[in-house]
């Protein structure tokens, strides 16, 4: 068919001003007047929940709290509805877990460069695993942590910025706080009580006491929650009390009190306020993220979250001043068992067996190692060679590596084995896989073969599920950031977690952390 010359201009000039319109609208993302840029948070809140799937906010929503307004705030929906929402923000790593995860959120850096790519690793030169937040000198410390966070840049330059940083486990708060924390502070199981390191300072707060003095006074009260398994009254100060909604509660109750106390987001300078909702992975471990209990326990933090915003409106004269993140480090796979009943391939890798195999094939080989065992360590799909054993019997390492790689090769669940002589040949798998593994392989920490699972398969341990993996269930987590000048907007394109770091330095005016790599997201 032939168009006459009139219809074609028409439609040509529909397209041209289309495709001006577009271009004008793409130009003014992430614009604002420098009148808004000068308004600077006098707050920033960054709340992390442990183990919190993508899927959370969208499968539960018709649950949750009214969003309400800036004068009456809901919890989650409110944030979601008036914050730049990204529902699948990602890790980009092989491994998400529960460390490089917290480390990689403020820093906007992969493991590669943060230094934390586990939770723990074996340490070759000590010959002894390594805790992500150990230290010799002060027992627990950020001193692992190889760059700057976003509150470190900030207190460089404006020394009188107050952070602290908070949860029930201390390697969230150490890591999220990074290295000029005002003081890091967790829940020590043993005492019951809240706790910190002399890395912080000597003494304790007065009101961190105070908060402690309430934790001992309530301490084997019983707290009621009823749910499908915790159909029952638990003892305060419990490990299955804490796994409750009672462990919510405790640390926001702790949060308040540093606000107050602190006057944080009342001084000079911005001040930061840092947060991890550790109690949604015991949970998340123990029952599987379709479980009632793990919806039960997310419309308890939809509560308190709703109710902390409350409170920081009333402290600070409205929410004006305040940026508030809502962010996760990891989410988790579905219970092997669920798995199966949907007809999923899945199941659980048993490091005793594969230990048996790839030992009786290195003797097989090499003989016997006599009283020392082949492997000095294995954790969390890492496996280390005892290299001391393997110089005694001059035996190659990359040779022993190729030995054991064809004996996990063989093994149900396994898709690749990459190993220390991969790494050191610039051997990684092709497409994506391959670039998690650069950003996350430590030659110091990692371990000499890495076992990588098939999708659903994971290690046998005491949890019924876990998360250490780079597919989706396990490395993509919802994100949203809200604040005065932030568009309230759903963006379903890809963010990247190191994203955030670099959005929150831009809004502050501030030198992004060292070693960031991230771009701003369009949240204006």
């Given at each position: 068919?032939?168009y006459p010359?009139?219809?074609?201009?028409?439609?040509t000039?529909?397209?041209?001003?289309?495709?001006?319109?577009a271009l004008t609208?793409?130009?003014?993302q992430?614009?604002?007047?420098?009148?808004?840029?000068?308004?600077?948070?006098?707050?920033?809140?960054?709340?992390?929940?442990?183990?919190?799937?993508?899927?959370?906010?969208?499968r539960?929503?018709n649950?949750?709290?009214p969003?309400?307004?800036?004068?009456?705030p809901g919890g989650?929906?409110?944030?979601?509805?008036?914050?730049a929402?990204?529902p699948f923000?990602?890790?980009e790593?092989?491994?998400s877990?529960t460390?490089p995860?917290?480390?990689?959120i403020?820093?906007?850096?992969?493991?590669?460069?943060?230094?934390?790519?586990?939770?723990e690793?074996?340490d070759?030169?000590?010959?002894?695993m390594r805790?992500?937040?150990d230290?010799?000198?002060?027992?627990i410390?950020?001193e692992?942590?190889?760059?700057?966070?976003?509150?470190?840049?900030?207190?460089?330059?404006?020394?009188?910025?107050k952070?602290?940083?908070?949860?029930?486990?201390d390697?969230s708060?150490?890591?999220?706080?990074g290295?000029?924390?005002?003081?890091?502070?967790?829940?020590d199981?043993g005492?019951s009580?809240?706790?910190?390191?002399n890395?912080?300072?000597?003494g304790t707060p007065?009101?961190m006491?105070?908060?402690?003095?309430?934790?001992s006074?309530?301490?084997?009260?019983?707290f009621?929650?009823?749910t499908?398994?915790?159909?029952?009254?638990?003892?305060?100060g419990?490990?299955l009390?804490?796994?409750?909604?009672?462990g919510?509660?405790?640390?926001?109750?702790?949060a308040?009190?540093?606000v107050?106390?602190?006057?944080?987001?009342?001084?000079?300078?911005?001040?930061?306020?840092?947060?991890?909702?550790?109690?949604?992975?015991?949970?998340?471990?123990?029952?599987?993220p379709?479980?009632r209990?793990?919806?039960?326990?997310?419309?308890?933090?939809?509560?308190?979250?709703?109710?902390?915003?409350k409170?920081?409106?009333?402290q600070?004269?409205?929410l004006?001043n305040?940026?508030v993140?809502?962010t996760?480090?990891?989410?988790?796979?579905p219970?092997v068992?669920d798995?199966?009943n949907?007809?999923?391939?899945?199941?659980?890798?048993?490091y005793?067996?594969?230990?048996?195999n790839?030992?009786?094939?290195?003797?097989?080989?090499?003989?016997?190692?006599?009283?020392q065992?082949?492997?000095?360590a294995s954790?969390?799909?890492?496996?280390?060679l005892n290299?001391?054993?393997?110089?005694?019997?001059?035996?190659?390492?990359k040779?022993?590596?190729?030995v054991?790689?064809?004996?996990f090769l063989?093994?149900?669940?396994?898709?690749?084995?990459?190993?220390?002589?991969?790494y050191e040949?610039?051997?990684?798998?092709?497409g994506?896989?391959?670039e998690q593994?650069k950003r996350?392989?430590?030659p110091?920490?990692?371990?000499?073969?890495?076992l990588i699972?098939?999708?659903?398969?994971?290690?046998?341990?005491?949890?019924?599920?876990?998360?250490m993996?780079?597919?989706?269930y396990?490395?993509q987590?919802?994100?949203?950031?809200?604040?005065?000048?932030i568009k309230p907007?759903?963006?379903?394109?890809q963010?990247?977690?190191?994203d955030?770091?670099?959005?929150?330095s831009?809004?502050?005016?501030?030198?992004a952390?060292?070693g960031?790599f991230?771009k701003?997201l369009?949240?204006?």
């Amino acid at each position: 068919m032939i168009y006459p010359a009139k219809i074609i201009f028409s439609y040509t000039k529909f397209f041209i001003i289309s495709f001006f319109i577009a271009l004008t609208a793409q130009s003014a993302q992430g614009q604002l007047s420098y009148k808004n840029y000068l308004h600077k948070p006098k707050l920033v809140v960054v709340l992390v929940i442990d183990q919190f799937r993508a899927d959370y906010l969208s499968r539960l929503q018709n649950q949750f709290l009214p969003a309400g307004s800036k004068d009456q705030p809901g919890g989650f929906e409110f944030l979601a509805s008036q914050g730049a929402y990204f529902p699948f923000a990602e890790y980009e790593v092989f491994q998400s877990m529960t460390c490089p995860g917290h480390a990689m959120i403020l820093t906007g850096s992969y493991p590669e460069l943060n230094g934390i790519p586990l939770n723990e690793w074996y340490d070759q030169a000590l010959h002894k695993m390594r805790y992500c937040v150990d230290s010799e000198k002060y027992g627990i410390s950020p001193e692992n942590l190889k760059t700057s966070t976003v509150s470190d840049e900030y207190k460089m330059t404006h020394p009188e910025s107050k952070v602290f940083s908070m949860a029930l486990k201390d390697r969230s708060a150490v890591l999220l706080g990074g290295h000029l924390s005002n003081r890091a502070i967790w829940y020590d199981a043993g005492t019951s009580h809240w706790a910190s390191s002399n890395y912080y300072g000597t003494g304790t707060p007065a009101w961190m006491e105070e908060k402690n003095k309430e934790l001992s006074e309530e301490k084997g009260r019983k707290f009621s929650w009823k749910t499908h398994f915790f159909d029952k009254s638990l003892p305060m100060g419990s490990k299955l009390a804490l796994a409750s909604p009672y462990g919510t509660k405790i640390l926001f109750r702790l949060a308040k009190s540093a606000v107050q106390s602190e006057k944080l987001g009342q001084n000079i300078n911005t001040d930061f306020l840092f947060m991890s909702l550790s109690n949604h992975d015991y949970v998340g471990h123990m029952m599987g993220p379709l479980s009632r209990e793990i919806e039960a326990l997310t419309l308890a933090e939809d509560r308190e979250i709703s109710d902390f915003l409350k409170y920081l409106r009333l402290q600070l004269g409205g929410l004006k001043n305040v940026v508030v993140v809502l962010t996760a480090d990891h989410g988790v796979s579905p219970l092997v068992e669920d798995l199966k009943n949907f007809k999923l391939d899945a199941g659980r890798l048993d490091y005793l067996a594969l230990h048996k195999n790839a030992g009786e094939a290195l003797t097989k080989k090499y003989g016997s190692p006599e009283d020392q065992p082949w492997f000095s360590a294995s954790h969390s799909l890492h496996f280390y060679l005892n290299r001391e054993l393997l110089t005694k019997k001059k035996i190659p390492l990359k040779e022993a590596l190729e030995v054991v790689r064809k004996v996990f090769l063989a093994q149900q669940g396994v898709w690749k084995v990459f190993t220390h002589t991969d790494y050191e040949e610039g051997r990684f798998p092709v497409g994506e896989l391959g670039e998690q593994l650069k950003r996350q392989y430590l030659p110091s920490a990692s371990g000499d073969l890495v076992l990588i699972p098939r999708p659903f398969y994971m290690e046998k341990d005491e949890n019924q599920t876990t998360h250490m993996t780079g597919f989706s269930y396990d490395r993509q987590v919802p994100l949203i950031i809200f604040g005065a000048n932030i568009k309230p907007s759903v963006h379903l394109e890809q963010a990247k977690i190191i994203d955030l770091a670099t959005t929150l330095s831009s809004i502050l005016g501030s030198t992004a952390p060292a070693g960031s790599f991230g771009k701003p997201l369009p949240i204006f």
